[in-house]
Nanobody, 120 residues
Framework: QVQLVESGGGLVQAGGSLRLSCAAT????????MAWYRQAPGKEREAVAR???????NYADSVKGRFTISRDSGRNTVYLQMNSLRPEDTGVYYC??????????????WGQGTQVTVSS
């Protein structure tokens, strides 16, 4: 069974950087997209960045130019490099596998989330 395990969250001052990692335990043969979402207290979960299987990336307007999503296919890992962090970037960040093809078939997967806190 595939699980997505996020790491790299923490507390950082405004203007600082963090790199989140999302490692898939188990084999993902292919996927439509891997993505990062975030949820701030009292707000709905929102998409932050996405990378399609062909490598095309998309970003929320609020993070364009500051965040970069990338992947290491050999390690089944997706990263989110976050620079110039702002207090409004605070939230729980979730990794998401969209239509992942595994030995269990094709389904979507969520990670458990990692907390990012940006102090002003």
């Amino acid at each position: 069974q595939v699980q997505l395990v996020e790491s790299g969250g923490g507390l950082v001052q405004a203007g600082g950087s963090l790199r989140l990692s999302c490692a898939a335990t188990g084999r993902i043969f292919s996927f439509y997209a891997m993505a990062w979402y975030r949820q701030a207290p009292g707000k709905e979960r929102e998409a932050v960045a996405r990378i399609l299987s062909g490598g095309i990336t998309n970003y929320a307007d609020s993070v364009k130019g500051r965040f970069t999503i990338s992947r290491d296919s050999g390690r089944n890992t997706v990263y989110l490099q976050m620079n110039s962090l702002r207090p409004e970037d605070t939230g729980v960040y979730y990794c998401y596998a969209d239509r992942a093809h595994t030995t269990s078939g094709v389904r979507n997967y969520w990670g458990q989330g990692t907390q990012v806190t940006v102090s002003s």
